[in-house]
């Protein structure tokens, strides 16, 4: 139980097992069920401010977190229930999500893992921003920079294969982050109605806020890190690429996403079994079986 960071409303979110070959789908309490929505391209509805996915009249905003704490554990299927229309933020980093996986276990199911992989590369630019997908034999790898004109973030790079541990670690912690000049346009806007320093980093001209200061003094690209993860989930499947993003957000990792979607030629499905303990969510390198390509459109 939560609130919104942007609606500043309470929330509560349930994540349950899924059948193999459920995908992530996202359930709004008391709506039909033909309005679940599942994870996909094509249920993106906005990428401004958050990620917020939607199917027919019903939406639910600012999965970004969960949906990179579920990528980044290894966790394929799973019914997602909001009661409100945003995910609760909690402390703004995906930290909450991960105790929570963590807690009640993650079981192996016995269908092949499938998992995307990237056969050529797909580019997105948009002005200065630039996303791409590679091949990479070694599962995921990102490789995120930044460049902000302000003295306290300025140019920082992250890049790593990712694991359950390095996202634990390097990326589960990291917090969302913003600037106290975009306060009252953000207000105004109809956004950040649930900040505070509690589940954001806040800056002023030539500081941190926070009494508690930064959790990494590359937290703002860790942040970005963890944002491109749960974006890249909105392919359906596990990617096994390299995606390389230079002054990104949201919106180029969904545009990214989307045009990788738009190319059958770009990526082919291959299957693996999961090799990993009950309890513990492991990216694991596939044994290429090829299959065809899934229509991601």
Same mark, same amino acid.
């Given at each position: 139980?939560?609130?919104?960071?942007?609606?500043?409303?309470?929330?509560?979110?349930?994540?349950?097992?899924?059948?193999? *070959?459920? #995908?992530? $789908?996202? %359930?709004?309490? @008391?709506?039909?069920? =033909?309005?679940?929505? /599942?994870?996909?391209?094509?249920? !993106?509805?906005?990428?401004?401010?958050?990620?917020?996915?939607?199917?027919?009249?019903?939406?639910?905003?600012?999965?970004?977190?969960?949906?990179?704490?579920?990528?980044?554990?290894?966790?394929?299927?799973?019914?997602?229930?909001? *009661?409100? #229309?945003? $995910?609760? %933020?909690?402390? @703004?980093?995906?930290? =909450?999500?991960?105790? /929570?996986?963590?807690?009640?276990? !993650?079981?192996?199911?016995?269908?092949?893992?499938?998992?995307?992989?990237?056969?050529?590369?797909?580019?997105?630019?948009?002005?200065?921003?630039?996303?791409?997908?590679?091949?990479?034999?070694?599962?995921?790898?990102?490789?995120?920079?930044?460049?902000?004109?302000?003295?306290?973030? @300025?140019?920082?790079?992250?890049?790593?294969?990712?694991?359950?541990?390095?996202?634990?670690?390097?990326?589960?912690?990291?917090?969302?982050?913003?600037?106290?000049?975009?306060?009252?346009?953000?207000?105004?806007?109809?956004?950040?109605?649930?900040?505070?320093?509690?589940?954001?980093?806040?800056?002023?001209?030539?500081?941190?806020?926070?009494?508690?200061?930064?959790?990494?003094?590359?937290?703002?690209?860790?942040?970005?890190?963890?944002?491109?993860?749960?974006?890249?989930?909105?392919?359906?499947?596990?990617?096994?690429?390299?995606?390389?993003?230079?002054?990104?957000?949201?919106?180029?990792?969904?545009?990214?996403?989307?045009?990788?979607?738009?190319?059958?030629?770009?990526?082919?499905?291959?299957?693996?079994?999961?090799?990993?303990?009950?309890?513990?969510?492991?990216?694991?390198?596939?044994?290429?079986?090829?299959?065809?390509?899934?229509?991601?459109?």
């Amino acid at each position: 139980m939560g609130r919104g960071i942007h609606s500043g409303a309470p929330a509560k979110v349930t994540i349950s097992p899924a059948d193999a *070959d459920t #995908g992530v $789908v996202f %359930i709004r309490p @008391g709506q039909e069920a =033909a309005s679940q929505i /599942a994870v996909s391209p094509r249920a !993106v509805r906005n990428t401004d401010f958050a990620t917020v996915l939607g199917h027919g009249e019903v939406e639910v905003a600012t999965v970004e977190h969960l949906l990179a704490a579920l990528s980044g554990l290894g966790v394929d299927n799973a019914i997602v229930e909001v *009661d409100g #229309g945003e $995910v609760p %933020i909690f402390d @703004g980093s995906a930290q =909450a999500f991960v105790e /929570a996986i963590d807690g009640a276990g !993650v079981e192996t199911q016995a269908a092949p893992r499938r998992y995307l992989k990237i056969v050529k590369p797909v580019r997105v630019d948009d002005g200065r921003a630039q996303g791409e997908l590679l091949p990479y034999d070694g599962g995921l790898r990102v490789e995120i920079e930044i460049d902000f004109d302000h003295a306290l973030i @300025g140019r920082q790079r992250y890049a790593a294969t990712l694991s359950p541990e390095t996202f634990r670690r390097d990326l589960a912690p990291a917090r969302t982050f913003g600037f106290m000049v975009d306060v009252a346009r953000l207000w105004s806007a109809g956004y950040a109605r649930g900040a505070s320093l509690d589940n954001t980093i806040c800056l002023s001209d030539d500081r941190v806020l926070n009494p508690t200061g930064l959790r990494f003094p590359d937290e703002f690209v860790r942040h970005k890190a963890l944002d491109a993860v749960g974006d890249l989930a909105l392919a359906g499947l596990p990617i096994l690429g390299r995606y390389r993003s230079f002054c990104g957000g949201h919106k180029l990792n969904a545009a990214v996403v989307a045009a990788l979607a738009a190319d059958p030629s770009a990526a082919a499905v291959v299957e693996a079994p999961r090799r990993r303990q009950r309890g513990h969510a492991e990216l694991g390198v596939p044994v290429a079986v090829p299959a065809y390509r899934a229509d991601l459109s």
